[in-house]
């Protein structure tokens, strides 16, 4: 069964990198046909989808936050990891991970890690 | 930029059918998925290619596009089923949520 960690700070300074790193086990990031991401979720709202990223380096970014993230991924070590810049009060959410199967024009999430809050606060 | 337009909250008594809704331009001309997310809990996926469940989810849930629209439709609905759900697209490299639809079972 394949299960994602999510780890890092749980605070961070205003203008500061956020710095998000997630652990798979249970199967390789090296898989065919995946993409491996992050979305996140301010406190009682809705889903926003970060970015994605295939093992390859092929990468999607919601256009918004695109001058600001940054997904990388290290096969060595099986895990992925999410940078966000210059954070602001607004970038304060629960962030997951996640294992996004794409075929085609198809694409849709079938794990999820159990998130992690990061707040953004002096 | 594209967007997925959810009704913000449902209530259904148990026993009856949740149709819950999302639009969005010529939706379905593209795939959607669908996503349940219980208070405290991680999304987990419910229906994805339209109208395909994975495994291990029952029966009572499915799913349509055509159109503008996609549709979640839970049949016989449980107290187990009160929770947000969120549809997904995927539009010129981007993944699209909608806002998200409250359902309460009462």
């Known amino acids: 069964q394949l299960q994602l960690q999510e780890s890092g700070p749980g605070l961070v300074k205003p203008s500061e990198t956020l710095s998000l790193t997630c652990n798979v086990s249970g199967g390789s990031i090296s898989s065919s046909g995946y993409y491996w991401g992050w979305i996140r979720q301010p406190p009682g709202k809705g889903l926003e989808w970060i970015g994605s990223m295939f093992y390859s380096g092929r990468s999607y970014y919601k256009p918004s936050l695109k001058s600001r993230v940054t997904i990388s991924v290290d096969t060595s070590k099986n895990q992925f990891s999410l940078k966000l810049i210059s954070v602001t009060a607004a970038d304060t959410a629960l962030y997951y991970c996640?294992?996004?199967?794409?075929?085609?024009?198809?694409?849709?999430?079938?794990?999820w890690g159990q998130g992690t809050l990061v707040t953004v606060s002096s | 930029s594209y967007e997925l337009t959810q009704s913000p909250s449902l209530s259904v008594s148990p026993g009856q059918t949740a149709t819950i809704t999302c639009s969005g331009h010529?939706?379905?001309?593209?795939?959607s998925s669908w996503y349940q997310q219980r208070p405290g809990q991680s999304p987990i996926l419910v229906i994805y290619q339209d109208n395909k469940r994975p495994s291990g989810i029952p029966e009572r849930f499915s799913g349509s596009n055509s159109g503008n629209t996609a549709t979640l439709t839970i049949s016989g609905t449980q107290p187990m089923d009160e929770a947000d759900y969120y549809c997904l697209a995927w539009d010129i490299s981007t993944v699209i949520f909608g806002g998200g639809t409250k359902l309460t079972v009462l």
């Open positions: 996640a294992r996004h199967v794409s075929r085609g024009s198809s694409w849709e999430i079938d794990y």
């Open positions: 010529k939706l379905g001309d593209k795939y």
